[in-house]
């Protein structure tokens, strides 16, 4: 949506072009900013930003970074239906140029692209829970205008919103799965949070305290939603992430609109020369964050992709595992590549191919079990790790009787004879893989 595409951060991509040409660039038409904060996204190897790699300004082999976002769009905009975008512009005195073009679902831009897709970014739900609206009432429905002990307009605006939930609720779930589906399973989703819209002491009579207050509150509710999706939807097989932006955003005393060091534009009561429609009052700029507020966001996200690489790099190492074999039993131990213990590892033993039993380490990443003579197969299954495999063989003392000699009778000038020795040994065999 449009806190990711950077509306409210000029310039935007296809805005050098007349007005007569812009008016039908896709990019243009989404509000697709230069400077918005999935243009600033890192990945690990790759020189430069995502910017660096628009597919639309160069043709790289290493990296191709396809932008999507617009503002205005719902749920339904990324899935299902395309988003209808309409311009107005008094050209002249007496030519007045009106359009209405239909931006493609967002999603169709997968269709693009022919390599397997790392990394898909989104900001989405703002719209549907209607940010835009909210806002609008604080300005217009100040409580200072408000008498009585009911409830303010406001609040039962809110109260529409979350009685509505489960509907937006089920939506945006259907759009991160339908994006998975779409970019491939090796794709990590991440889904970026909102930060707290207004300064925490509102703005005079356009802004009570309590209004920001109840605004600011239901924002934080809407992403504590968005991270319940997000587990859930992670605990059903997706590679998804969710990136919280709000403490970036509230440091130093926070920098939400109209705070002394604002991240986020106040509310612009005149039409911006980008505006795409310059008729009527308040600019589509309003309350969307700032170049500044763009870069607080990458540095969440970009923190988000660096966890994620790491992640990588360690589920391209196995673990140590070692394994010792005694008499009916075998003992083991997982460690990391700092000899550090794993703990609550999994640890399956199989023979012959079957499943024989599965254990856990400890907290000194140790395990243990019961094994008869026989070769055994131990696989480790850590987090974040490669699965790890050694073998062991167990082999316990002979138990063959000794055999019984024919007694002989020795000569009595005879040296005593020596004493008859039967070694019986048990020979453990090792095998440990890192």
Known sequence: DSYSSGEGIPAFYGQEK????????????????????????????????????????????????????????????????????????RLSLFKTLKTTYQLPKQID??????????????????????????????????TYLHFGSGKLKLE??????????????????????????????????????????????????????????IVNQNVTKFNNRLVELVNECKAEGLQIHFVDVEAEFDKDGGHQAYSDNAWINKIILTKQDQDLEQNGIASAYSVHPN??????????????????????????TAPRLTAVSAANAVTGQLCDADLQ???????????????????????????????????????????????AVTTCAVQTESTDPEPVLPEQTAPADAAPAAPDLTDAIAVPVTDAAE
Not at 113 to 134: E, K, P
Not at 158 to 163: K, V
Not at 165 to 185: E, H, P, W
């Open 109 to 142: 831009i997968f269709n693009k692209v022919s390599d397997d897709v790392d990394y898909v970014t989104l900001t989405i739900g703002g719209n549907d829970v209607r940010f835009a609206d909210i806002i609008t009432t604080c300005a217009t429905g100040s």
């Open 341 to 387: 213990p794993l703990s609550d590892a999994v640890i399956q033993v199989y023979q012959d191919d079957a499943l024989l039993l599965t254990t856990t380490t400890d907290a000194n990443g140790n395990f243990a079990f019961d094994a008869a003579d026989g070769d055994y197969q131990i696989e480790a299954l850590a987090d974040g790790y490669a699965d």
């Open 291 to 316: 170049e500044e507020g763009a870069k607080a966001y990458a540095r969440c996200v970009n923190a988000k992709i660096r966890e994620i690489e790491n992640m990588r790099l360690l589920l391209r």
């Open 18 to 89: 007349a007005w007569e040409q812009r008016v039908y660039d896709e990019d243009w038409l989404a509000h697709r900013s230069t400077k918005s904060w999935p243009g600033l996204l890192e990945v690990a190897g790759i020189s430069g930003t995502m910017k660096n790699y628009n597919v639309k300004e160069t043709n790289s082999q290493n990296c191709k970074w396809y932008f999507g976002a617009a503002s205005g769009a719902k749920t339904n905009h990324i899935d299902r239906d395309t988003q209808e975008k309409k311009t107005y512009k």
């Open 156 to 213: 039962k605006e809110i109260d529409s919103i979350w009685e509505e939930f489960d509907t937006t609720r089920a939506n945006i779930k259907r759009v991160y799965k339908d994006i998975q589906s779409a970019a491939g399973a090796q794709a990590n989703i991440i889904v970026a949070g909102y930060p707290k819209l207004l300064d925490k002491e509102g703005k005079g009579v356009l802004i009570s305290e309590k209004e920001a207050t």
